[in-house]
């Protein structure tokens, strides 16, 4: 079994940072394509950032040159550094593996950026 682990939401005003957490059990995390992906009352999820196994990125559009996906394969642990934050940014954020014809989703973690 994967489980994930998010943390590292909280409330920050506009312009501010936070960086998450996706802490992974039960498998080899390094073969996995990691995504975050965040979900606002009444929207659609979308995904935000992802990260291959290999190391590529790419990232909605909205978030370039703001957020950076990274991913530390010998700690089982991937993040969502997240700068310059908006209102807009405001939403429950997801950590997602994928691969091996699997999906393994992470409880999720709120971010609230309001002044």
Do not use: H
Not at 66 to 78: L, P, Q, V, Y
């Amino acid at each position: 079994q994967v489980q994930l682990v998010e943390s590292g939401g909280g409330l920050v005003q506009p312009g501010g940072s936070l960086r998450l957490s996706c802490a992974a059990s039960g498998s080899i995390f390094s073969i996995y394509d990691m995504g975050w992906y965040r979900q606002a009352p009444g929207k659609q999820r979308e995904l935000v950032a992802i990260i291959t196994s290999g190391g590529s990125r790419n990232y909605v559009d909205s978030v370039k040159g703001r957020f950076t996906i990274s991913r530390d394969n010998a700690k089982n642990t991937g993040y969502l550094q997240m700068n310059s934050l908006k209102p807009e940014d405001t939403a429950v954020y997801y950590c997602r593996l994928s691969g091996r014809g699997s999906n393994y989703w992470g409880q999720g973690t709120q971010v609230t950026v309001s002044s």
